[in-house]
């Protein structure tokens, strides 16, 4: 998964991050706006990469998640 932070105006950042493909096999990406400082955002960023790959993996079956 990839993902950025990129600056809106003062104190406004805008997340894009990649989203799982599904069955159409296309890139899909997601993108969030979010206020306050650069190192809250780039938890958060973290956050979500990590939510979408573990989605990721439950849907291909590979791992099972308990």
């Known amino acids: 998964m990839r993902g950025s932070i ?3 105006s003062k104190g406004s950042r ?3 991050y ?3 493909s599904g069955t159409s096999g296309r890139r899909k990406q ?7 400082a650069k190192k809250d ?5 973290q956050v979500q990469i ?3 790959d573990s989605w990721n993996i439950a ?3 590979a ?4």
């Not at 993108?31 to 306050?36: C, D, H, I, K, V």
């Not at 791992?63 to 308990?66: E, G, I, N, R």
Request: overall charge positive.
């Open 6 to 8: 990129q600056q809106r």
């Open 14 to 16: 805008r997340l894009p």
């Open 18 to 20: 990649d989203s799982p």
């Open 30 to 36: 997601i993108t969030e706006t979010l206020r306050g």
């Open 41 to 45: 955002t780039g938890k958060e960023l």
């Open 50 to 52: 990590v939510v979408q």
């Open 59 to 61: 849907q291909s079956g």
């Open 63 to 66: 791992h099972k998640l308990s």
